[in-house]
């Protein structure tokens, strides 16, 4: 046993551990029923429904939806089939969050180690670990937890793929990928940006293509349910979700938005009034119109106001402030939102500085930048939240992690000249 533990990769498990038990500790001190009583209720709502009733639905159980994607839904389910719906099955949900935050950690990690050093790895993990947004959101039951943990392995699979070309490299790709999918529809086109990364990096054409008709192959097996599904309960072929018109609509009024029409409120109860027989979905199809004639209002009217909103004023939004609802360990919000924005500069000007220094890298940072503005851009043309690009962090402390390593380098050079 001991040579066993000799052998651990002690850089890995200090932070899988640290992290671990702060998101232990969060648990013990607020409970298992701790809720933002937002979105994360909602799921669990639908979980219980979904066992109970066999059908998904979404905060309101008179209809199906395509308000969300079922993977959440599915995964809390299941841990109540097995448990109970109950304090002790909600416990073990909260552990299995926390658990999808500890892969979390080692993602990280194992991305550190591969782009810089182990002890770059490392101190980019022990980042991830401590960070308190990450640490609430690992004790929820939203989507974050499970979506950033494959997202980071899905990055670092990918990287790996580029470099092996090993089938079993692929698998994990698209199996992450189709894992994402089913808990963030956003992650849809994000292939494209790896269809990129795969050509800057030579990825052998005959080989791609037939991992390509594989991946094609596989999408169709794991969504086609789905579809069936949405085409049954809706009489339309119905991809992923089919909740992107209110969020839609509730970004024309950031920034400059606000200034035009009536409060969004308003709108959604004359649509709602006006067709008493549609469902939440076709509702969701109008909020989609109402939202393409404020765009088109705000345009023709003031074009500097448009563009001001729909870039400069949403990234701030995005980006000023972390997601941060609930005050844990004492830790006010406006304390949080200065430790957020030291990490988040720092994570800046170290992801310009690491990627500068080592520059063969280049095809990797400009894999990661594509993946900061893919995300930017696409909550730009919905609604601005800092929630949505939480997953995005863990790369940002990744860059942290890396000035470790810059700074080793540099040292070495001073004692070697």
């Not at 949900?93 to 500890?102: D, L, P, R």
């Not at 074009?303 to 005050?327: N, S």
């Amino acid at each position: 046993m001991k040579e066993m533990l000799k052998k651990q990769n002690w850089w890995l498990w200090a932070p899988i551990g640290i992290g671990l038990a702060v998101r232990l500790l969060f648990l013990y001190v607020y409970g298992p029923e701790f809720t933002l009583d937002s979105d994360d209720r909602g799921y669990l709502k639908s979980a219980r429904f979904l066992l109970e009733e066999g059908r998904l639905i979404y905060v309101h159980e008179d209809e199906p939806t395509v308000h969300i994607m079922p993977g959440l839904p599915f995964l809390l389910a299941s841990v109540f089939f097995i448990f109970g719906s109950g304090a002790g099955g909600l416990f073990v949900a909260k552990i299995v969050m926390i658990f999808f935050g500890c892969l979390v950690i080692a993602g990280v990690y194992k991305l550190g180690e591969i782009l810089f050093s182990k002890a770059a790895g490392s101190a980019a993990a022990l980042l991830t670990a401590l960070y308190i947004p990450q640490i609430v959101t690992d004790n929820l039951t939203l989507t974050e937890a499970p979506f950033t943990a494959a997202f980071i392995w899905f990055i670092y699979f990918s990287i790996k793929l580029a470099h092996t070309h090993r089938q079993a490299d692929f698998y994990w790709v698209i199996g992450l990928y189709l894992f994402m999918l089913m808990f963030r529809p956003t992650i849809a086109l994000v292939p494209f940006l790896l269809l990129g990364y795969f050509v800057l990096t030579k990825y052998p054409l005959r080989k791609a293509l037939k991992q390509f008709i594989v991946a094609f192959i596989l999408l169709l097996v794991v969504l086609g349910p789905w579809w069936i599904r949405n085409y049954m309960a809706f009489d339309e072929f119905i991809p992923l979700s089919g909740g992107a018109g209110n969020p839609m609509l509730l970004g024309t009024y950031q920034g400059h938005g606000h200034k035009y029409g009536p409060p969004a409120d308003d709108i959604i109860l004359e649509l709602e009034e006006a067709h008493p027989e549609a469902t939440r979905y076709v509702q969701n199809q109008y909020q989609m119109e109402a939202a393409k004639e404020r765009i088109s209002v705000m345009w023709n009217h003031n074009r500097d106001w448009f563009i001001d909103t729909y870039t400069w004023i949403k990234l701030r939004i995005q980006w000023e402030a972390p997601f941060y609802w609930f005050e844990a360990f004492h830790i006010s919000s406006e304390m949080m939102r200065i430790m957020y924005l030291v990490l988040f500069w720092t994570g800046l000007v170290s992801f310009i500085g690491v990627f500068a220094y080592k520059y063969a890298l280049w095809k990797e940072g400009l894999l990661l930048s594509s993946f900061f503005i893919y995300f930017s851009v696409l909550n730009n043309i919905f609604f601005a939240y800092p929630r949505y690009n939480q997953p995005l962090l863990p790369l940002l402390f990744l860059t942290m992690g890396g000035l470790v390593y810059v700074l080793q380098k540099r040292k070495r050079r001073r004692q070697n000249v």
